[in-house]
């Protein structure tokens, strides 16, 4: 009898398991974010308070982006030596660059003189994706302005 009593405890204490597991997995869920369903206005809340952002590094700006992280990155590269990284369009899709109309986040950055042959190499590598390789490379290049739009 004591045998049974043991493995009826051991199916209780299986079972309370199970249950509590189940409730975990479902308040993740019920807590996990929305997905962005109009990505030109999440967009337009972070140019909006864009002042929180000018003359901090990028890393603020992607940390605070939980819904939707940048898909792809394009650089204009200049040949001034002070400055020769001026500005990065991010977009939000696995469109390619500039095929069709969407939202694009630019990014103007504090002058610096900064080597930019990582980047140019990274894009060029790396189809335009914003991998982590981008990622590490402007994390800490500073915010001038962002300016948001649809082209």
């Keep these: 009898m004591e045998t049974e009593t043991g493995c009826i405890n051991d199916m209780k204490i299986y079972v309370n398991i199970c249950i ?5 997995f479902l308040n993740g869920l019920s807590k996990a974010q929305k997905p962005v369903n109009d990505t030109l206005v999440y967009l337009k809340k972070f140019e909006t308070n864009k002042e929180k952002y000018i003359g901090k590094p990028f890393s603020l700006l992607l940390k605070d982006m939980v819904q939707l992280q940048p898909k792809k990155a394009k650089s204009d590269f200049r040949e001034d030596l002070n400055n020769p990284l001026p500005n990065t369009s991010f977009t939000f899709s696995q469109k390619e660059m500039g095929s069709r109309p969407e939202a694009t986040l630019s990014i103007r950055w504090k002058a610096d003189d900064s080597p930019t042959a990582p980047i140019e190499f990274f894009e060029q590598e790396h189809n335009y994706f914003f991998t982590l390789n981008e990622r590490n490379f402007f994390e800490k290049k500073i915010i001038k302005d962002i ?5």
Excluded: P
């Excluded at 300016?147 to 082209?151: A, G």
């Design 20 to 24: 509590t597991a189940i409730l975990l």
């Design 147 to 151: 300016i948001v739009y649809k082209k």
